[in-house]
């Protein structure tokens, strides 16, 4: 006596359903992965071993990069309408904080003008922002 069923039954998966939900989840991330942080301008800033992991919330970044552009909170502006500029985002803030981010090639000179403004004219705190050395 036989007892086997004689057809043979193959199990089988469709995977196109998953192809297409896999393709919509790559493009998900990478859109997300890409926005993450909009607000930056690319610099290799200098090295310290004293660079806060946790800096506050600062009122506006001024950053220069290697062409010496100056940027105030990713806008354009120049050294002679830095501190009309500033004044505008600073309006209307009890403590006022000012994070500099600048590129290596920036001179001295120029950090320290703009350090001239922030402080001295507009009595504002500021902080050079710096990277950890990788040991």
């Known amino acids: 006596m ?3 069923d004689k057809r043979h039954r193959h199990a089988t998966i469709e995977t196109g359903a998953l192809s297409d939900i896999l393709f919509f989840l790559l493009i998900f ?15 290799i800033r200098p090295k310290s071993s004293s660079a806060d992991k946790d800096p ?3 009122t506006a970044i ?9 940027f105030i909170n990713r806008n354009v502006t120049t050294m002679e309408s830095l501190q009309v500029d500033l004044e505008k985002e600073m309006e209307g803030k009890a403590e006022p904080a000012v994070l500099l981010n600048v590129a290596n090639e920036v001179t001295a000179e120029e950090i ?8 001295y004219k507009l009595k504002a705190k500021i902080s050079l922002a710096t990277d950890k050395p990788k040991n």
């Open 2 to 4: 036989e007892l086997r």
């Open 112 to 119: 320290v003008k703009v350090m001239e403004v922030v402080q």
């Open 56 to 58: 506050k919330k600062p």
């Open 29 to 43: 991330f990478l859109i997300t992965s890409t926005m993450a942080n909009p607000n930056v301008i690319k610099l």
């Open 62 to 70: 001024i950053s220069i990069d290697a062409e010496h552009k100056i």
